[in-house]
């Protein structure tokens, strides 16, 4: 069974990065599973697609996120990373790693891991 692991600080402190590192374990990355993408969802609001690193390396990344978005993958770790940049307290969410065979959705989550911006 595949699992995916969210790991990274749980708290930060305002204008700074936030970096996430998303283990794939019980498989591989590999091009059966082109789209691997972080998700968050904030306290009280729905989930937020954030963008994802296809198995070539390719990026996508939400419109209004962009700026301050960036994720890699390392196949040889079976690794993907998010970082978030110049964060503010309305980026505290739980932020999920997800993997997407196809644009159709996804088959498996991690658990999620909190994050809190806050002074």
């Known amino acids: 069974q595949v699992q995916l692991q969210e790991s990274g600080p749980g708290l930060v402190k305002p204008s700074q990065t936030v970096s996430l590192t998303c283990t794939v374990s019980g498989g591989s990355m590999s091009a059966n599973t082109p789209y691997w993408t972080w998700i968050r969802q904030p306290p009280g609001k729905g989930l937020e697609w954030m963008g994802a690193?296809?198995?070539?390396?390719?990026?996508f990344y939400s419109p209004s996120l962009k700026s301050r978005t960036s994720i890699s993958r390392d196949l040889s770790k079976n690794q993907f990373t998010l970082q978030l940049s110049s964060v503010t307290p309305e980026d505290t969410a739980v932020y999920y790693c997800?993997?997407?065979?196809?644009?159709?959705?996804?088959?498996?989550w991690g658990q999620g891991t909190q994050v809190t911006v806050s002074s």
């Open positions: 997800a993997r997407a065979p196809s644009r159709a959705g996804y088959d498996y």
């Open positions: 690193v296809a198995w070539s390396g390719t990026t």
